[in-house]
């Protein structure tokens, strides 16, 4: 006959068990998160530079789409809006300059300072695939800025580097007309992202590039702006000392 299990088998069994489940799963679920987070984000970089060159395509290039006109931020950002987004991408709802509803009113920098990221001129968006979108254009008309909230604005933790990234337009090449496009090549390129830039001026280590900031740096105890330039550097992939 079969011997089987006793009580303090089985008992010590799951213990093993529960033991082993306690020390992994953690590391499952943050690494399912990282794996959500990028796989959200690149989407929306996807979507967001296909909507802008279909709307080079029906209207003329970036290099010569003009805002200097419009000396009025909200006139800027709803002509910037209606011509060269809104045809191009699908959208669950539309929030006005000032509007909250589609971003988050605060966001948290990974140093624990808080961000009121509403402005005037600033829009922002919900999309059909879930992300949200915050955008305002300069002033100058060399391109503008756009924060993407890849869990949409009422998800948790609303902080730069987890679920919020930063991206810079440029309308073309550019050197020294714009502080933040210094150094940016044409279209829409993750914040930080110049030409030539290195992975350690990406953490905030030190910068040579004019522009740069190291307290912009993608790392515990910085701002964490260049997260999103971070992991398209590393190949779409959150490393294993990218800052938890």
């Not at 799951?14 to 033991?19: E, K, M, T």
């Not at 200097?68 to 929030?95: M, Q, S, W």
């Not at 503008?144 to 009422?154: A, R």
């Amino acid at each position: 006959m079969k011997k089987s299990f006793t009580l303090a088998e089985v008992l010590i069994t799951l213990g093993i068990i529960g033991v082993v489940a306690a020390m992994t799963l953690p590391s499952l679920i943050g690494n399912y998160k990282k794996i959500e987070t990028v796989t959200m984000l690149k989407k929306a970089y996807s979507e967001i530079s296909q909507a802008l060159k279909m709307a080079e395509v029906d209207n003329e290039f970036m290099e010569e789409w003009n805002f200097t006109a419009f000396e009025n931020p909200d006139e800027r950002v709803h002509h910037f809006f209606d011509y060269y987004l809104k045809p191009y991408i699908g959208t669950l709802k539309v929030c006005e300059p000032l509007e909250v509803g589609c971003m988050s009113d605060k966001i948290q920098h990974l140093d624990g300072i808080n961000e009121r990221p509403h402005a005037a001129g600033k829009m922002s968006f919900i999309t059909k695939s879930g992300y949200s979108v915050l955008f305002w254009i300069h002033g100058d008309g060399t391109g503008g800025h756009f924060i993407i909230d890849t869990n949409g604005p009422h998800r948790q933790p609303n902080t730069y580097g987890k679920d919020i990234f930063r991206f810079i337009l440029t309308f073309k090449n550019s050197s020294n007309v714009y502080a933040d496009t210094a150094g940016y090549s044409k279209g829409l390129k993750a914040f930080g992202a110049v030409d030539g830039v290195t992975r350690e001026e990406l953490t905030g280590g030190n910068v040579s590039h004019a522009g740069l900031k190291p307290n912009y740096g993608c790392k515990s105890g910085l701002m964490g702006l260049y997260c999103a330039a971070l992991i398209i550097y590393d190949n779409w992939e959150m490393r294993n000392d990218y800052p938890r």
